[in-house]
């Protein structure tokens, strides 16, 4: 088997897309502190820092480097529910973001809670959410993507809520830690060789 060779200064993923084309059948959404709040056209700045908080642990980055018009066109955008996840004292502790702009489908664009949460029990509670609000009437496909850079159980949690793999694609970028998108401490899961290498 041949190796490739990754960048220094890049990291390289295994990018799993997964689909749902059956509504599931209604179950009880368990018990949780927490509760979804809908953000209508979130301040950017905001929206950043709750992408930040959750995803900065598993290496997101694309909203952080994405052009202010770009993101304010999906902020704006009527066909995409974004929620923020709080606690009891409404404390932001997590988001969920449902894209319904291709007709008929809905993409899981981001679903996750800061790391303060994770293994508590209530990503069961987030997906249940979730599916609930993603399939309406005019949907009859839920998709989503996970990669191997996200938390180890992730592939596994949602092929347990039914999710079908169905391609897998390499990604290769820069390090975001790198170019200042997140703090260097990020992700230490992940080695940072180009920081590495410039020693």
Same mark, same amino acid.
């Given at each position: ?17 997964? $689909? ?16 979804? %709040? ?28 994405? $052009? ?23 404390? $932001? ?6 894209? *319904?702009? $291709? ?6 664009? *981001? ?30 496909? %839920? ?19 039914? *999710? ?20 260097g401490d990020s992700a230490p899961q992940i080695p940072c060789l180009g920081a590495a290498s410039r020693r």
């Amino acid at each position: 088997m041949a190796l490739t060779p990754v960048p220094d200064d890049h990291v390289a993923t295994i990018v799993t897309t997964l $689909e749902m084309t059956e509504r599931p059948r209604p179950a009880p959404v368990p018990p949780s502190p927490l509760q979804l %709040v809908r953000w209508e056209r979130p301040d950017s700045a905001r929206y950043r820092a709750l992408f930040r908080r959750v995803g900065a642990p598993w290496l997101w980055f694309s909203r952080l480097v994405m $052009e202010k018009a770009a993101l304010r066109a999906i902020l704006d955008d009527d066909s995409v529910h974004i929620y923020a996840v709080v606690d009891r004292n409404r404390v $932001e502790v997590g988001m969920l973001e449902l894209d *319904f702009r $291709e007709p008929g489908q809905c993409e899981l664009g *981001f679903v996750g809670l800061v790391p303060e949460w994770t293994g508590k029990g209530q990503g069961g509670w987030l997906m249940r959410q979730a599916l609930a609000l993603a399939w309406r009437a005019d949907v009859s496909r %839920v998709w989503v993507h996970t990669c191997t850079l996200d938390h180890p159980s992730a592939l596994g949690f949602y092929r347990r809520f039914r *999710f079908t793999p169905i391609r897998r694609t390499v990604e290769l970028f820069v390090d975001p830690r790198l170019i200042g998108a997140l703090p260097g401490d990020s992700a230490p899961q992940i080695p940072c060789l180009g920081a590495a290498s410039r020693r």
